[in-house]
């Protein structure tokens, strides 16, 4: 143990060591590093190389005090067991990282205690920048926010408290798209499989959406009709199977993200119902999986990449302190027609 301590002692580099090879003061370093404008471009390309060969990495600590940045921007999400929150989050980081930040993520499992938690332990590693997503924040935490004059911007909503920026869609017009479709090719008889809405606007803002769609069609969505799981498999699964024994003669069911189109497209499968031609499943999100299942899903595609993409720019620009930016900033949604909506069957 003792050798292996001494090894890595060894392995140790100083900005002293840097300084030494290049001839150069450990200020003229830390200049090069962090103010590269107040050297010499011979010396920087000197203590370059010499970084380069002998593997020095400089103290993140001492760089942020002496330019009083951390560089760093945080990010909260609802979960990190969802493909299209990891999508997101890889396309924002790389957008960070371009500009030379870094991206530190904390997740809430829907919880607002959690949220507010989350949000302090970021503040705490005094991010210079906050993304959240949704709005289901508590205004306290908002407040906050505003207060210590700290950038942030909502993802994944446009209806945001007190006006705050945003980057993402009107979560009911998006889920219109695909129950406008199936009510034009004849479906009357709807059920539906949504997130849980407390504390989640955009479950709560896509089932409104069904509702109103439904409502202004003059089909009626019984309360009943319209199961409320968490976004797992099993529990849509679960769902269907309650929706069909609520009422048997459902033709069309709308579920509130792929996840759960796809539990409910397997049950249905093992019951032995045909779809689409007994009953046609509408996702919401459009994951990648969603186009090789069989049959695959029609769903509603969020352009996901370009929606994480603005917001980091658009964060990044707060930051930086550039004036009159857009309060909203909307994302692409479109509807994606596959093998698992039809017409309903004609007996």
Known sequence: MMSLVKTLAKQTVTINQVAKMAGVSTATVSRALNKPNTVSEAVKKKIERIIKKIGYIPNAGARSLMLKRTGSIGVIVPTLDNAIFAQGLEEFQRQLSQSGYQMLVASTNYDPEIENQQMRNLLL???????????????????????????????????????????????????????????????????????????????????????????????????????????????????????????????????????????????????????????????FDNLELSRHIQPSLSTIHIDAIGMWSKAAHHLMSQINGINRLPRKILADVSLVIRDSTGGVLKT
């Open 125 to 283: 590693q005094g991010v210079e920048g906050i993304a959240m997503f949704g709005s289901s924040q508590k205004l306290e935490l908002i407040r906050l926010l505003r207060t210590r004059k700290l950038p942030y911007i909502h993802i994944g909503t446009l209806d945001t408290p007190l006006n705050g920026y945003a980057a993402g869609f009107d979560n009911k017009k998006a889920i219109q798209l695909g129950v406008e479709y199936l009510v034009q090719v004849g479906h009357r008889n709807f059920g539906m499989i949504a997130g849980k809405t407390e504390n989640n606007d955009r479950a709560r803002d896509r089932v409104d959406g069904v509702v109103e769609l439904l409502k202004r069609n003059r089909i009626s969505l019984k309360k009943e009709s319209i199961i409320e799981v968490p976004y797992q498999i099993q529990d849509a699964r679960i769902a269907l199977k309650k929706l069909l024994q609520i009422n048997p003669s459902i033709s069309a069911v709308v579920c509130g993200n792929d996840v759960l189109a796809i539990g409910a497209l397997l049950e249905a499968q093992s019951q032995g119902i045909k779809i689409p031609h007994q009953c046609s499943i509408l996702g």
